[in-house]
């Protein structure tokens, strides 16, 4: 391709609005351009990544034994109701009328088509198992897109989606999809890991993991032993029980609770100002409704409440935060000062706060030598908060977990029979009895792939890109578009480059050497070619984007160093 004629506007500066890295290169090496919030174009170099991603996800997904289909947008909003989910989901679900007013949804994911087309053509279980994927456009109306690609409104997903006669079944193809995705996602050059995640109320009965990029940019938190292979999101991510020492001495006898006069402190870190005391000897009681339900949890002033292992505990659909008014209504406290003494709701408390002996506690004021169990009935105990950097691994005896940020490019889910039952996509098993199928469903972010490519691939000057992605595999770099030896050099090497079935980029644009360096930095091609001076002896310059240092060699023997570098 001729870089005079190739559609890629690259920009000397990033626009304001773009504050990931990732967002402002993909902009500046133009790659995409905006349409409106969240909803962005592929120009000619930015498609050609794409179309090498999507690739490489249909290789393994066909080795992986999945067939390729593709499902429409446009979903009659009946298929939603039959999966109970059209209700669910608020704004963030497109919905539109069709010219005879019939309601329609743009599908923000495919579960309810897949299993209608699949109960309707699904009779006997010689036909399972099956595996069904497409690469499709996604609709989802985020509140607040951000980050180029990384949280889109329009976006492109693989999505895959298998039928199995029994749980076992499942099992084998969510492993046969799991080490399919571990292949992608090593080909794309992510640093990833697969992460336990929480199934919430999408992922059916049977756990999920999530394939998170690493990348401070990422708004999901990993917890990651730095030991054995234990890796989850915090949502769901437990620690270690045993040995959590209580941090006073073991006193058998404990005195009685004494009342503190703390007036207008009420947060933790003023508590342990005022006191002088550590904040992991003070509880803090926080109460919630689950699904309307008041109950209080209790948790060490160093920890947070996480909020998806409390409905888990709970197995509450609707969880919030009590209000102001509320508190004090249950509690006869202010927010802050509301404590597990004299509490008439239920308490759940955490494992780590009730293994405090002597604490620190609200109550209308604060009290010391509070002891959980002791001074205020637990009705239930727990696992209650966000594992924290140091905690001990729950899946090893001495490991300890570390924090990382991460961006979600895959996950995977099994299903069950969360659609099947509810949608009746039956079979008859080999007894003759009808049985629902056992589903699993596979996604990756193809277009959020791109983004977190960028996001571990870059230096100051632009993209370093994984050579199996790149939009070229060469860029041929002639220094002066005015001098003939050069030219006719660089088309030499351009063609033989070619003709040796290398995408190559030739920069025969009017340009100064520095603007041409600066592009080719910014497009982040692996391999660049320059030619110059020396070209009238057949000499050119090689330099690998990730390396500093440039390489002297005739012209044949740069295209066998490119070629191997390419088959390598
Ligand atoms: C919706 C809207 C947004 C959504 C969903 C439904 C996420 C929704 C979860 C999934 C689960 C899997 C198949 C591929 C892999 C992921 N956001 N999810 O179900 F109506 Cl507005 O999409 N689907």
């Keep these: 391709m001729r870089q005079s004629q190739l559609f890629m506007p690259t920009l000397r500066v990033s626009p304001s609005e773009a504050e990931a890295a990732s967002h402002q290169l993909m902009l500046r090496a133009g790659l995409i351009r905006q349409l409106a919030a969240g909803i ?26 999945c067939q390729e289909v593709f499902m429409p947008a446009m979903q009659p909003a009946d298929l939603w109701r039959q999966s109970g989910r059209y209700e669910k989901y ?7 009328k069709d010219r005879h007013e019939r309601e329609f949804a743009l599908g923000p994911t495919h579960e309810e088509v897949i299993t209608d087309l699949v109960r309707g053509e699904l009779s006997s279980y010689r036909q399972l198992p099956l595996t069904l994927y497409q690469i499709q456009t996604k609709f989802r109306d985020e509140k607040r897109p951000r980050y180029g690609l990384l949280r889109g409104r329009e976006f492109m997903m693989k999505d895959a989606y298998s ?38 109320t999408i992922g059916g009965e049977g756990g999920t993991h999530e394939f998170m990029a690493l990348a401070d940019i990422g708004e999901d938190t990993i917890a990651a032993c730095d030991h054995c292979q234990y890796a989850a999101n915090l949502e769901k991510a437990g620690y270690r029980l045993a040995g959590d020492t209580p941090n006073a001495e073991g006193s058998s006898s404990h005195p009685e609770p004494e009342k503190l006069h703390t007036p207008k402190v009420r947060k933790i870190d003023e508590l342990v100002q005022a006191l002088g005391i550590p904040a992991d000897q003070i509880l803090k009681t926080l109460l919630f409704l689950a699904d309307g339900k008041p109950v209080a949890v209790i948790v060490r002033g160093d920890h947070e409440v996480n909020e998806i292992k409390l409905a ?36 759940l408390a955490d494992y780590s706060a009730a293994a405090v002996i002597s604490a620190v506690a609200g109550a209308n004021d604060h009290w010391k030598h509070v002891r959980p169990g002791i001074h205020f009935e637990i009705a239930q105990l727990g696992d209650l908060r966000n594992a924290v950097s140091g905690d001990g691994c729950p899946n090893c005896a001495d490991g300890h977990l570390r924090m990382f940020r991460g961006i979600e490019v895959g996950q995977v889910f099994k299903l069950g029979t969360k659609y099947s039952e509810g949608m009746q996509a039956n079979y008859l098993d080999a ?28 230096d100051e000057e632009g993209i370093l890109w994984p050579r199996e992605i790149a939009p070229y595999q060469v860029h041929v770099v002639p220094v002066s578009a005015k001098d003939e030896k050069q030219m006719k050099a660089a088309e030499e090497l351009y063609a033989k480059l ?9 920069d025969d644009r009017e340009e100064r050497p520095g603007v041409k360096f600066k592009d080719s930095d910014l497009i982040g091609i692996p391999v660049r070619i320059v030619v110059g001076r020396q070209a009238a002896e057949g000499i050119v310059e090689l330099k690998y984007r990730s390396e500093k240092a440039a390489i002297q060699a005739e012209i044949q023997e740069a295209v066998t160093l490119v070629k191997d570098f390419y088959r390598s």
């Excluded at 007894?431 to 870059?458: F, L």
């Excluded at 070619?498 to 030739?506: D, F, H, I, R, Y």
């Design 431 to 458: 007894s003759g009895s009808e049985k629902p199928v056992i589903m699993g469903c596979y996604g990756i972010g193809i277009s959020r792939v791109m983004s977190a490519v960028v996001e571990q691939h870059h």
């Design 498 to 506: 070619a003709s040796a079935g290398l995408e190559v980029l030739l």
């Design 40 to 65: 962005y174009t592929y120009l000619p170099p930015g498609r050609r990544v794409l179309r090498k991603l999507e690739a490489i996800i249909r290789e393994e997904m066909d080795k992986a034994g």
């Design 312 to 347: 888990g505990l709970l197995q509450a659909d609707q969880l919030e935060l009590a209000d102001q008014a509320t508190t004090e209504k249950l509690t006869g406290a202010a927010v802050g000062f509301a404590g597990p003494i004299g509490l008439s709701i239920p308490i």
């Design 90 to 96: 608020g704004p963030e679900l497109v919905r539109l």
């Design 163 to 200: 039928f199995d006669a029994d749980w076992e079944g499942l099992d084998r193809s969510y492993q046969r999809m799991y080490e399919a995705y571990h292949r992608i996602f090593t080909r794309c050059g992510l640093n990833f890991r697969p992460v336990e995640a929480d199934a919430g």
